[in-house]
């Protein structure tokens, strides 16, 4: 089906918004009438620009206020709505939205509401245009898509249909089965928007908190279901309004929007891109870095060691039991310190996830790769992060690993296998602040990832968001994270946290071998000692080794973190029982840590 | 009556809290769990902290599920009490507040309740400290005030009296009269928030958008009159639970809050500041520049003449009928370019308006006046706009105008008197983002204005909000403005607005005298023919002249725009029959405009 974009979901002039649609590959725009009126450009300019860009216009909204007022009223109404027929003629579209009626004029009068729009029709007909009629949750009178479609049947003219709104359909909970007793040639126009449920005013539901299908918790599939089974056959439009998306660059906002779009025809069964190819593990996490010392020794200490250097690249593999972390000297990439700049996903099927990725508008990055190198496929993901699809020593697959060939003698081999890292246990990638919701529908869609509750950590300096995305057994974990708003940094550190099974032997092993763990406050473990019961000097041994303790209905989480190298830190942690989180109760503490520990805190 | 504030009210770590809580003259703090257990210092540190700021430690909080548990678990709880008993020993603390369980293992028996408290309460005698206990308003099986006291009562320890929270009891409509049948000496502590009348989940209300009293809609008032009746006598104490305060710089925080705290003290008859003296009119606006050469120019084209020039200082007077404009060359303070630094305000009582505004802790500014000078007082506003109280030409009073002993043939007589500029209309300034309700309530409260409703306004790249604050007579308007997030300066611009009764005169002398007026595009000029009707040829005037439209159910509005110099423009305003807004309506075009012109745009 074709896709539409309301101008009003996206961030900008006019022409940023029309550019940016076009780019996601939209195949047309609702004009919003304000983003209209404020453009230098002339209707018939707005035109030229769509139609340069592959748009067609699809429907200019909105009208309010014209039907069911007294008689004076609805003559000056016609004579605004006639003038708007003129502009549509030069805009080149030939469809209005029509909202019902929140006028304090308004009357309850079904049959004097169709009589209205019967006449409304008449003169939209003579200038070659339709009415779309439809049912503002809030409306007056008219509050339901059933009421408004009574009235639309009971005007019946040729040039009157109506218009279906996912928003206020649903927001207030009507039933859409109905939807398919109207004629699909009379569903003038469908708009869809999905909300996170909220209790709370309708109005400002509406307006503040509407997000793309997908993002939210309102049924909008099965609504496109019963939209397609009624026989329509118009656009899926986006009308999101969004305080977010307002103030976002509208060129990511489109692809995230046109994204969504492809997912709902995929859950709804009328677009089929490359089935979802989950992945089983990591197989490596790349950090970047203008000078690899800190790192090195970070590393190190942690019990990983260098075993392997890319044949062509200056790209160090270090190593320990399935943990493998790159690490690429880049001097220009990365001038503010070590970063997390890609992910290395074990899959089944690298190929077959890539082109999922590609198909659902994933950037696809370009390789530079010696002829000899393994063919690897990559995206990027919301936040920059490079996510590239792998196998690692399988059989049939091309395998990473032969870019790089071993080094010898550089082995911890001699070290404790007590505490050893066994493999990466999650990451925690901060998201761009305007992404959150994006990133989750990101990877749950694109990766096949399955997003877990979001919970607030409370930052001495604002709050934090984080969810967790994870694949079905757990050997993919990662938690995405946003601060409290733009101008935050306290929440832009990324980390890798590695799995052990025996935390209390790494945490030893990491300081007996010079690295300096994240101090815990004294306070935290007299705390820990009133709220658990511990076996004699475990909480002892807790303290001295700065390990931090949480414990669900499943199971036991310990966990130590290392000190900061430019944007990033490590976390060792053992889970036991079957323990689910990532110690987020322990948030607040280990973020106070960090902000003390900053240079010239903030 | 004593004040205090939890330390959650405010942002940073736990010794900057102190420091904000200290500084602005609270007299005790509640100390927050989390704030204590993320800190470095020990408890006696923060006691003898605590000691040294003059600060009393009034709480600890919170103790959470306590009561009405199956025994095994209420005897963990008992354990886990003692130790929190000895830590308020380390402290130096004799309350803790306990909040009515949301376990789902608590059960629905008041007498289990009183028991479980009463063996609580016995064992905090123990220690030396008594138990408040407080009922959040979604507890589990006690929710309200009137329940709770009802539970202290029947436990009947000595130990054991109640919290009483304004938000938890208001938030759920709760008839707060009941509490004068509480003995005062039983209410052991008093909690105090305000909040925005919101239609959601109390549980997220309560945890992110509670504010100050006098920023929100709850009657804080009313119930602290009925906790006094009731015989308290403890510390009148904020706990605010506010995601924006928690990013917000915790010392303007920590004023804002105790100044709202001495107006409550105010409207509840506890306390008597000296009496608000409200404004009378616009003395003058003061600019400061690196460049006097733009605004000069700009200056000119509006009509205004360069009239006076301060004795000692490089300080020029703008002025044409009652409009005056300072205009300071101060190429250190104001590098960017223009900026609104100071207004004055005409005041009946000079010294007692500065007087209200020194006892309610607006910063007083130094004056660094000549001998001769007039004596002027000046305080500065949240946005850091300093505010003078003057007296212009008025007799019995030191007049400002004296210390700018007039200059001579730069006037500006010869120019037609048709739209000539009257007065300041309004002015329009810039909030820090985290400070919105606080500069209403400064405004409010400070200087005697009264704030009208919030407005909304969509910018291409974000919503604004934007609510104005007046006198009783319309002589002096505020429209205090917010972008939308910190990193936002898409709202960063000021705005003089100058009164005339002829803006079609006022707007083609500007332009003949080579002014440049702000663009409007010729769609917003088609609409308004769809939306009024005027006398012919009226439309057009508008349009060739850029004159903006409004009418309200008073009377009509027209207004144009200047270009922006440095961070601010001027508009020029001819209201008729009583309008009463500011053009709100149009200012998504004027925006849209200003962007278009920005260099560079964003």
Known sequence: MRTSIATVSLSGSLTEK???????GFDGVEIFENDLLASPLTPEEIRARSADLGLTIDLYQPMRDIEAVPPKE???NLRRAEHKFRLMNRLGTDTVLVCSSVSPLAVDDDALAAEHLHRLAESAQEHGVRVAYEALAWGRHVSTYDHAWRIVE????????????SFHILARGCDPKGIEAIPGEKIFF???ADAPLMAMDVLQWSRHYRCFPGQGGLDVTGLVRHVINAGYTGPLSLEVFNDVFRQADAGPTAVDARRSLMLLQEAAGIAAPPAPVQPTGFAFAELTTPDAGAVSSLLGALGLARTARHRSKPVELWQRGDARILVTTDPVRHRDGLALAALGLESPDPVG???RAESLLAPVLPRYRAPQDAPLDAVAAPDGVEIFFCATDRAGLPNWREDFPPLSGDGAGDRDPRGAVLRIDHLALTQPWHQFDEAAL?????LGLRPQESVDVADPYGLLRSRAVTND???????LGIGPGPSDDAGRAQHIALATDDVVAAARAFQDAGGRPLPVPPNYYDDLAARFEFAPGEAETYRELGILYDRDEHGTFRHFYTETVGRVFFEVVQRDGGY???????????LAAQHALRPGRR
């Open 353 to 355: 996830a890539a082109a």
């Open 580 to 590: 689910r989180g990532y110690g987020a109760q322990n948030a607040p503490v280990r």
């Open 190 to 192: 469908l708009q869809l």
């Open 473 to 479: 057994d757990g050997t993919v974990r990662i938690a």
């Open 74 to 76: 609805f003559e000056r």
């Open 442 to 446: 990101f990877h749950r869609t694109v």
């Open 18 to 24: 029309l550019t940016a649609a076009a780019s996601a």
């Open 154 to 165: 009971a005007a019946g003219h040729p040039a009157l249909g109506t218009c279906l709104d």
